[in-house]
């Protein structure tokens, strides 16, 4: 049974911060590994996704992916107001898709 | 292009009744998910439809929880009977087998009297 695993739970920075999000994962042999972004009373919308070990970026963020220490992260440079959220990975197979609990985030103008 | 939709938005419900929770995926996905988020648990994940045939009940969901696919392009989510630990917004997603990204609805936020 996967079980996927989010920190911090919550996170405040200020403007213009760098910032780094966690997700640890147990099923080794998953193969596809997203980050999902949920504005407040909104759906959850992807945001990226990795699916070989390395690092991926994608303008102010970047994934980085350890298949065998079981760990995945989202780095987010010049952290905005418009990115608080709540952020939330996903881990799957071809099968079933499995989220953490979340981080919630909140940039400070 | 439609995204996910849902309905309703809402729903208010006396412990005891019968909900039923509606879903039409994006036109051409063959994934669907039902997922249910509280501030606690997250996203729990009720049940997955692989071209209709379900694939994943959600274990401890079964008892009273049913998603059945009626064709490719609707879903639906009965919770029979309710109760008040039952409160919570349920997400309905479909997914993109090329890319292997969900899309998500809006929610159905349930309460439970």
């Known amino acids: 049974q996967q079980n996927v695993q989010q920190s911090p739970e919550s996170l405040i920075v200020p403007e213009g911060a760098r910032t780094s999000l966690n997700c640890t994962f147990s099923?080794?042999?998953?193969?596809y590994f997203w980050w999902y972004r949920q504005h407040s009373g909104k759906a959850p919308k992807a945001l990226m996704?990795?699916?070989?070990?390395g690092e991926k970026e994608e303008g102010r963020f970047t994934i980085h992916l350890n298949k065998a220490s079981l760990h995945f992260s989202l780095h987010i440079r010049d952290s905005q107001p418009s990115d608080s959220a709540l952020y939330l990975c996903a881990v799957s197979n071809t099968d079933k898709v499995v989220f953490g609990t979340g981080t919630r985030l909140q940039v400070s103008p | 292009d439609a995204g996910v939709t849902q309905t309703p938005r809402h729903e208010v419900a006396e412990k005891g009744q019968t909900i039923i929770l509606k879903c039409e995926p994006v036109s051409g996905h063959n994934d669907l998910f039902w997922y249910r988020q509280t501030k606690i648990q997250g996203l729990e994940l009720l049940s997955y439809f692989r071209s209709k045939s379900l694939m994943e009940d959600g274990g401890a969901f079964k008892d009273r929880f049913k998603a059945e696919m009626l064709n490719s392009s609707f879903s639906t989510l009965k919770i029979q009977p309710t109760e008040p630990k039952d409160s919570a917004v349920y997400l309905c997603?479909?997914?993109?087998?090329?890319?292997?990204?969900?899309?998500f609805g809006e929610g159905s936020k349930l309460t439970v009297l």
């Open positions: 997603a479909s997914r993109d087998r090329g890319t292997g990204q969900l899309y």
């Open positions: 996704s990795i699916f070989s070990n």
């Open positions: 099923d080794s042999a998953s193969q």
